[in-house]
Structures are given as C-alpha cells and as structure tokens.
C-alpha cells in the first residue's frame, strides 16, 4: 500500500518584499490541510510574526525552530491535525485578507 503525501511548502522570506511577507505566510498557513506544515525560511528572527500568529492563532498552530541565524532563520510551522478552520469571526488576524 503506497501513500501519496502533498509536500510540505517552502517559504523564503528573504526574496519577497517586506510589506508582502506576512500576508504570503498566513495564506500559505491557510491552505494547509490539517496535519500539514511548511517551512519558513527568513533574513531576521520571525519573532513578531509568531506574535501575530499566537495573538490571532492561539492553539491553533505549532512553531518549531529549525535554525536560528544569524545568516538566516529557518521554522516549521504545522497546523494540527485536529485542527478546526482558523479563520473567520473573531479567530481571524487579519493579516491574510481572509
């Protein structure tokens, strides 16, 4: 029995302009499926968007650090299996336009 998996994504961070950045990694975060996870990859420590994503994501996601400059970042971000639909009414951020 073969099992097809999708890929997780990768996002590097360090090619995209700086306005566009965080829009790009909630929407990518968005259509995941429940179990999956992508990896982000960036300049600068991605702390403040962690803050976005605990202030308006709380529960909803895992952060694991995978390495921590000071050339370049690297985190996967999963979305629990278990996970219900994140965005809409008051669990949204804001910050994907969704």
Not at 42 to 60: T, V
Request: hydrophobic share 30%; charged share 15%.
């Amino acid at each position: 029995m073969t099992t097809t998996s999708t890929p997780s994504p990768t996002v590097d961070l360090r090619t995209i302009s700086p306005r566009e950045r965080h829009a790009l990694v909630f929407s990518t975060f968005k259509a995941l499926p429940p179990g999956g996870s992508m990896e982000l990859i960036n300049d600068h420590n991605p702390q403040p968007l962690r803050g976005q994503f605990e202030s308006g994501l709380y529960g909803a996601f895992n952060w694991t650090p995978l390495e921590d400059g000071p050339e370049q970042w690297r985190v996967e971000i999963a979305k629990p299996a278990d996970s219900q639909p994140a965005h809409g009414g008051s669990s949204c951020c804001g910050s994907c336009g969704g």
